[in-house]
């Protein structure tokens, strides 16, 4: 069993940067791959960025790719989302979750899931 807790959203002008957290609970956080997803109101769940056990290896979104950075700390079991040069587009709950398959984008290949933390890009 891993809990995930996000925390760091918030409510920024576009241009601006945001870091977002998330932190686990448990002894196993450095066997799993770990990602990140948001959720728009009336659309659905899209895939962010994801991050390998060790952190060599990251994957993101091709509406991210260049702005946003996904790293982690396995020590602090705590994984982040530096996210830089914001569009109000960017607005929506983002979620971290884990997952055993780094290449995966799809929702349903990630297992555990935090309750979500809310950003918003003011235009």
């Known amino acids: 069993q891993v809990q995930l807790v996000e925390s760091g959203g918030g409510l920024v002008q576009a241009g601006g940067s945001l870091r977002l957290s998330c932190a686990a609970s448990?002894?196993?956080?450095?066997?799993?791959?770990m990602g990140w997803f948001r959720q728009a109101p009336g659309k659905e769940r899209e895939f962010v960025a994801s991050?390998?056990?060790?952190?060599?290896?990251?994957y993101y979104g091709d509406s991210v790719k260049g702005r946003f950075t996904i790293s982690r700390d396995n020590a602090k079991n705590t994984v982040y989302l530096q996210m830089n040069s914001l569009k109000p587009e960017d607005t929506a709950v983002y979620y971290c979750?884990?997952?055993?398959?780094?290449?995966?984008?799809?929702?349903?290949?990630?297992?555990?899931w935090g309750q979500g933390t809310q950003v918003t890009v003011s235009a």
């Open positions: 979750a884990t997952t055993s398959d780094i290449g995966s984008r799809s929702p349903s290949q990630y297992g555990y």
């Open positions: 448990g002894r196993t956080f450095s066997t799993y791959a």
């Open positions: 991050i390998y056990r060790s952190g060599g290896t990251t």
